[in-house]
């Protein structure tokens, strides 16, 4: 079945840099990408997705680019904050499907 | 007013009793999921359903049950809670169409197994 994986595990970084996360899915038969992020104890929150239809795809500071030849996904984060502190999630899913495959998270500090 | 809720949102219980974990959503979604989230780990897949009164197996179904009374709810049922079964659950909720995939969760529920 479907696999992802996500790097690095853990970034810490100052507030003002950016970020890059990146990720690996298995199956080409996913094409629809969605990420979320889960703040210290609380429920996971989407936060921007892709389909694979698209190379690229913004939303404020959060750009997310795809390359389905080397099944590849990439987050970019910038002028981080330290409210971006989180774990991120990478997932995969085929379209019409209901299983979504999760990555094991990013874990995501920024310091003041 | 947060869509999708669960009960109780941490629980105490003993090896080999049985737990019973809820979850009601709002959103008028017909899909629903159970997931689990073991530290240092990504959410797997235990249980999920489509429809009231139909649920199937996801990726972890061992040791657990579900069960859809309703469009809105969906429950997770360990009748053997075991040690290895310590861990947070999510419920989320998806809709049917062109966000199918986009879920919306649950607050989680943090269960000790003792």
């Not at chain 2, 310590?86 to 049917?96: G, I, K, L, M, N």
Request: proline share 4%.
């Amino acid at each position: 079945g479907e696999q992802v994986e996500q790097l690095p595990s853990s970034l810490i970084v100052q507030e003002g840099a950016s970020v890059l996360i990146n990720c690996s899915y298995t199956d080409s038969a996913s094409v629809y990408f969605p990420w979320y992020k889960q703040e210290p104890g609380k429920r996971l929150q989407f936060i921007i997705d892709i389909r694979s239809n698209m190379e690229r795809k913004q939303n404020q500071r959060l750009t997310l680019l795809f390359d389905k030849k080397t099944k590849h996904l990439s987050l970019h984060i910038t002028a981080t904050q330290p409210g971006d502190s989180a774990i991120y999630f990478c997932s995969a899913s085929i379209t019409g499907g209901y299983k979504v495959v999760f990555g094991s998270g990013t874990r995501l500090l920024v310091s003041p | 007013e947060a869509a999708v809720t669960q009960s109780p949102r941490s629980k105490v219980a003993v090896t080999g009793g049985k737990v019973t974990l809820s979850c009601h959503q709002t959103n008028n979604h017909d899909y629903m999921y159970w997931y689990r989230q073991d530290t240092g780990h990504g959410l797997r897949l235990i249980h999920y359903s489509y429809v009231a009164d139909s649920t199937e197996k996801g990726d972890i179904p061992d040791g657990y049950k579900a069960s859809r009374p309703s469009q809105e709810n969906f429950s997770l049922i360990l009748e053997l809670a075991s040690l290895s079964q310590t861990a947070v659950y999510f419920c989320a909720s998806s809709d049917r169409g062109v966000n199918q995939d986009t879920q919306y969760f649950g607050p989680g529920t943090r269960l000790l197994v003792l």
